[in-house]
């Protein structure tokens, strides 16, 4: 069963615009982790971000945690028509070794 | 450094056959885990080895098995398919397979007809 939940499912925004995903879970977890799809291909790795961070970068990408809320989001700023994919969290759960734990995902469309 | 490699990457098989899939994790990573993807489920957790021991398991039936060799490459095998084994299988390896990073590989598409 899927642990997360993405928030929105479906997001259409201009280029340069940044886009927000929102992603709840519902254990403690060790880590979480943010991917990307295109259209059914494999999972990119974007960025971990852990139980005991709050917030990280990486380029254009910023992540927040908020282990209190179970909550995480992904910040995709200045997006490009290229960031146009499926964007996924997952979480290993304390009680769950190395099993992930998928949401459903949020698909992004930008539009040039 | 390459990444993980699946193989292959398609695949058309007829019920009530069997079928094998293959992953080669990152060099140096120990840990190799599979995934199912379908529209209707997600992404759900199928089984994960570390050297050549199944570590953990998903709620899957008995007809998904897997292996791990010395080298680190894993298998999957799914004996009698059904029609609803048509999915995404995505492989991810990690260092580890604990509190680490996982890089996935871009999948094997299985068709069941």
């Known amino acids: 069963s899927q642990q997360g939940e993405e928030d929105p499912q479906a997001l259409s925004i201009q280029e340069g615009e940044n886009a927000t995903m929102n992603c709840s879970y519902k254990?403690?977890?060790?880590?979480l982790q943010w991917y990307r799809q295109n259209s059914g291909r494999g999972l990119v790795h974007l960025i971990l971000i852990r139980s005991n961070e709050r917030e990280k970068h990486s380029g254009r990408l910023r992540v927040t945690l908020d282990t209190s809320k179970k909550s995480s989001s992904l910040l995709i700023t200045a997006s490009r028509a290229a960031d146009t994919a499926s964007y996924f969290c997952?979480?290993?759960?304390?009680?769950?070794?190395?099993?992930?734990?998928f949401g459903e995902g949020t698909q992004l469309t930008v539009n040039p | 450094k390459a990444g993980v490699t699946q193989t292959p990457r398609y695949l058309i098989k007829t019920r009530g056959q069997q079928v094998t899939l293959s992953c080669s994790p990152i060099?140096?990573?120990?840990?190799v885990s599979w995934y199912q993807q379908t529209p209707g489920q997600g992404l759900q957790f199928l089984f994960e080895?570390?050297?050549?021991?199944?570590?953990n398991k998903g709620n899957f039936p008995g007809r998904f098995s897997g292996r791990q060799f010395s080298n680190s490459r894993s298998e999957m095998n799914v004996s009698t398919l059904e029609l609803g084994d048509s999915a995404l299988y995505l492989c991810?390896?990690?260092?580890?397979?604990?509190?680490?990073?996982?890089?996935f590989g871009q999948g094997t598409r299985l068709t069941v007809v």
């Open positions: 991810a390896s990690s260092r580890t397979g604990f509190k680490t990073e996982a890089f």
């Open positions: 997952a979480t290993d759960q304390e009680t769950s070794g190395s099993r992930l734990t």
């Open positions: 060099s140096g990573h120990r840990s």
């Open positions: 080895y570390f050297s050549e021991t199944q570590r």
């Open positions: 254990t403690s977890i060790n880590n």
